[in-house]
T-cell receptor
Framework: QKEVEQDPGPLSVPEGAIVSLNCTYS??????FMWYRQYSRKGPELLMY????GNKEDGRFTAQVDKSSKYISLFIRDSQPSDSATYLC????????????FGQGTTLQVKP | NAGVMQNPRHLVRRRGQEARLRCSPM?????VYWYRQLPEEGLKFMVY????????ESGMPKERFSAEFPKEGPSILRIQQVVRGDSAAYFC??????????????FGQGTRLTVV
């Protein structure tokens, strides 16, 4: 069993839709949760960074963490074609570290 | 303010040759992490280095792979006697010293290694 599970998709939605991306994990020691966006043939770009349980909002993006269920989500409101990319969840047990455990990534396509 | 610089962006090697991948961290960053991304898979941690020290190499294959981060110059990921299974995208990330307020890791654009 992988430490972090993420449905690879692909997920296709029309422009303007609300997108929900999710990851589950098995290691209860994880405290720090991140979402990265990766465009084709590019490096991952950090979108959201959250600590422990709760919600964090940044523009059209909302990250949720439910540690009791070992479940994290990323919501994208008013999705745009430019949001088409692969979204990777990542997590770690410690702060101040670049040693992360990544999910497989979900490929999202937003159609105009 | 340049980001994490990796070169080459693309590298083709024949089976049995050596591959050298270079990573220059962001200015002021002293921590470097290497990751490998196989097709249709997420990133897998390989090694964590600080200047002249390997801190964590728990994700490195036991043979043929090595990494260094010398006092001067870029970090190098070296793969000896490459095989087809080494074909992947290799990403480098860097982060500032631990005592810094902002300790997010920033990724480079990757080196895509193809073994033929």
């Amino acid at each position: 069993q992988k430490e972090v599970e993420q449905d690879p998709g692909p997920l296709s939605v029309p422009e303007g839709a609300i997108v929900s991306l999710n990851c589950t994990y098995s290691n209860s020691a994880f405290q720090y949760f991140m979402w990265y966006r990766q465009y084709s043939r590019k490096g991952p770009e950090l979108l959201m960074y959250t600590y422990s349980s709760g919600n964090k909002e940044d523009g059209r993006f909302t990250a949720q963490v439910d540690k009791s269920s070992k479940y994290i989500s990323l919501f994208i409101r008013d999705s745009q074609p430019s949001d088409s990319a692969t979204y990777l969840c990542a997590m770690s047990a410690r702060s101040n570290t670049g040693k992360l455990i990544f999910g497989q990534g979900t490929t999202l396509q937003v159609k105009p | 303010n340049a980001g994490v610089m990796q070169n080459p962006r693309h590298l083709v090697r024949r089976r049995g040759q050596e591959a050298r991948l270079r990573c220059s961290p962001m200015k002021g960053h002293s921590h470097v992490y290497w990751y490998r991304q196989l097709p249709e898979e997420g990133l897998k941690f390989m090694v964590y280095l600080q200047k002249e020290n390997i801190i964590d190499e728990s994700g490195m294959p036991k043979e043929r792979f090595s990494a260094e981060f010398p006092k001067e110059g870029p970090s190098i990921l070296r793969i000896q006697q490459v095989v087809r299974g080494d074909s992947a995208a290799y990403f480098c990330a860097s982060s500032p010293p631990r005592q810094s307020m902002n300790t997010e890791a920033f990724f480079g654009q990757g080196t895509r290694l193809t073994v033929v």
